[in-house]
């Protein structure tokens, strides 16, 4: 009898009352403000950083209108790491592949936690989001600064490679840190209001992405502000955007001065293709190999790859028999290219499957105006 009123109660509280706008706005707030840490906490960590925003969206169920849930945008989101599900059956490295999926977990949790923001919150809490992402990152850009004095050295190839395996314990390579900035930029010149701060925060980080010189996450970045400004081109093309080519022209020069030309050496591997194409000495060489090497495994087996664990064994057999044994020694590289990386684990199905969401929410972005 207790417990069928308890259980009774319980059902009338859920369905007739809903929780503090308020409170629910604070609950979120907290979580998408651990999501903007994601920069500065150490690479072990970041991946918990979404479960607040995941058990606040699951626990929100409860009190929302579930015609409010976008069910259509989640399924079509969240059917990647399905796509990866179904590729992991067939694989060879069982155990390997059950890895990649607890990784790769983040493809069911995002859309799903995002998929259930409440609407009339969502703005608020992509600014505070937007916000405290960029100011993580420009203190990471401090934390690697510190880091490079400490190291008492002047060979930029030396500092490197400590920041890619001694870091303090971030254990991020310089590409993903690259990636950060690359993101924290784009969210400053696009999405932020203008202000002293955030032209602090822009040199602050666009200086730390030059320092890095990642070639292809540098060309990603100026090939999205090229388009984004060509597409914008009446909302862009202002007094704020001069002044901030204008900074960020000085930072180049400033790099390059500083490192001894550093940076621009780092670009003759693309301007002297001939001289580094399959060259196992340079990172545009290797990327050069192991982009031949998949599109030719592509090939044999191109309908549904040969699954989520099996590719990695694969590459570094390919490699061995390439003649490129020293570059499977050291490092275990995977395709370098996550189109080609789906195309080896799922085959040309999954890599359609995956270009088809990819121009699903491109789509969405153009209806909303986003993207115009």
């Known amino acids: 009898m207790i417990i069928a009123n308890a259980d009774s109660c319980i059902d009338t509280f859920f369905l007739n009352n809903s929780m503090p706008k308020n409170k629910l706005e604070s609950y979120y707030l907290i979580a998408f403000s651990l999501l903007g840490i994601f920069p500065i906490v150490p690479f072990i960590v970041k991946p918990f950083l979404l479960l607040p925003l995941l058990f606040f969206s699951l626990i929100n169920l409860y009190f929302i209108n579930k015609t409010e849930i976008n069910w259509k945008k989640i399924i079509i989101s969240t ?143 100026l090939m999205i502000l090229i388009i984004m400004l060509i597409s914008n081109s009446k909302r862009l093309l202002n007094r704020n955007a001069l002044i901030y080519t204008f900074i960020g022209l000085l930072i180049a020069i ?64 390919s490699l061995i028999e390439s003649g490129y044994q020293q570059l499977t020694l050291i490092h275990r590289y995977n395709a370098h290219n996550q189109y080609l990386q789906i195309a080896l684990s799922s085959g040309y199905i999954g890599l359609a499957c995956f270009l088809s969401i990819l121009i699903y929410f491109f789509s969405e972005l153009k209806k909303r105006n986003i993207l115009k």
């Open 254 to 317: 400033g790099v390059s001065f500083l490192f001894n030309n550093f940076l621009f050496t780092r670009f003759k591997e693309i301007i002297n293709l001939g001289q580094f194409i399959n060259n196992p000495e340079t990172s545009t060489g290797i990327r050069s190999i192991l982009w031949r090497i998949s599109i030719n495994l592509s090939f044999e087996s191109p309908f549904f790859g040969y699954g989520l664990g099996s590719v990695q064994t694969l590459l570094d057999s």
């Open 79 to 221: 059917s990647i790491f399905f796509l990866f599900i179904a590729s992991a059956f067939y694989s060879t490295d069982i155990e390997r592949a059950i890895k990649l999926l607890i990784r790769l977990s983040p493809f069911l949790a995002l859309p799903i936690s995002f998929g259930m923001v409440p609407k009339a919150i969502y703005a608020r809490l992509t600014d505070v989001f937007i916000q405290v992402y960029t100011i993580s990152c420009a203190l990471l850009c401090f934390v690697i600064f510190i880091y490079c004095k400490s190291l008492n050295s002047s060979d930029i190839l030396y500092v490197y490679s400590y920041i890619s395996n001694e870091f303090w314990g971030y254990e991020d390579h310089p590409i993903y840190i690259s990636l950060y900035c690359g993101i924290a930029l784009i969210l400053l010149l696009f999405k932020n209001k203008k202000s002293l701060l955030n032209i602090f925060l822009f040199i602050t980080i666009f200086f730390t992405l030059l320092f890095l010189s990642r070639k292809g996450n540098i060309i990603s970045l």
